[in-house]
């Protein structure tokens, strides 16, 4: 665990970045720190390997004060990631990936195998290894810049705004990366992003911080997004904090219509103004019957409310077709009943 207590970053020309922060990143999850530029996040961040020294206060990991850790000891537990990657130009990917180890005294051998192991871990081609930084994407020098961090399986990691830099798919690619990445390797990650989506998708809990170093809210997502602490928070989470709280709502009290669907061996069963949904022997979604639109599935009691609206506003009959696990249809879900639990979800 890594906590502050109140503590204040004054730089030498008087300017107060981080102002009296107190809060704890828990050990083996994503902490997440958001806020427009300028509000003291990468100061906060550097705090914690000792980049930058607190004015006042104290930084406690487990409990040990990070003042009395030489920073060499300090950051040999403590992996870094940043935006562009930071790679070393002039050394291939997998010299890249090695460097910690190879400043630890591993012998090369042993060190290449780790580099090459962690390239596989984030999803990287063996075969970059031998390529120099230019030769890669933008996302995958990204990825090199993860692989290069857990290097030395430092149990925190700290990342400043390193997803920032790629195009919106890569970037949700990334995302997913770390996310699975994270369940498997339980890191202590403390994250700094000016994206509140990126926050509120990645974060187990999310600080806002607002300009002057102050923090204006510590919660999980979903109660950032349900009881913003104050205007600012509420100004920052943007005029789709509704539709985002959705994410955090189940679909398992969605209710679904089950006689709006035909067996695909059924005849055409004469005119009809609604929607039916073809469904084959097997139990999939076929098609709206007798219009060529598209349409939408969710998975019933395992997405989100917000997917299964995604799912509705796919197809011009404004229905989602709940699917179980296996991609079998269990019923649809009508405009009423979407809007039935909007409701719900509105007073909740
Ligand atoms: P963020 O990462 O949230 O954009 P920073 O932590 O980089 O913010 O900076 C916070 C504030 O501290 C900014 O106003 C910045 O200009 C100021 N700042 C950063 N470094 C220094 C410095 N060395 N001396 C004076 N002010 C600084
Ligand atoms: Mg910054």
Partial sequence: MITFDAVTKRYPDGFVA??????????????????????????????????????????????????????????RGIGYVIQQAGLFPHRKIVDNVATVPYLLGWDKKKARDRAMELLDRVGLDPKLAQRYPFQLSGGQQQRVGVARALAADPPVLLMDEPFSAVDPIVRTSLQEELLRLQSELNKTIVFVTHDIDEAIKLGDRVAVLRVGGKLAQFAAPKTLLSEPAD???????????????????????????????????????????????????????????????????YVHGKDSLRAALDAALLSPSGQAVAVDPAGKVVGIATREALDAALAEAADG
């Fill in 231 to 297: 205007d600012f928070v509420r100004e920052f989470l943007g005029k789709d904090r509704g539709i985002r709280r959705l994410s955090f709502v189940s679909t398992e009290h969605l209710r679904l219509r089950t006689d709006l669907t035909v067996s695909s061996g059924t005849a055409a069963a004469g005119s009809s103004d609604g929607w039916l949904m073809v469904v084959s022997e097997d139990g999939r979604p076929v098609g709206w019957q007798g219009r060529d639109e598209p349409f939408g599935t």
């Fill in 18 to 75: 981080v102002d009296n922060l107190s809060m704890e990143a828990e050990t083996g999850r994503i902490t997440v720190l958001v806020g427009p530029s300028g509000c003291g996040k990468t100061t906060t961040l550097r705090m914690i390997n000792r980049m930058i020294d607190a004015s006042e206060g104290r930084i406690l990991l487990d409990g040990a004060d990070v003042k009395e850790i030489d920073p060499p000891t300090l950051r």
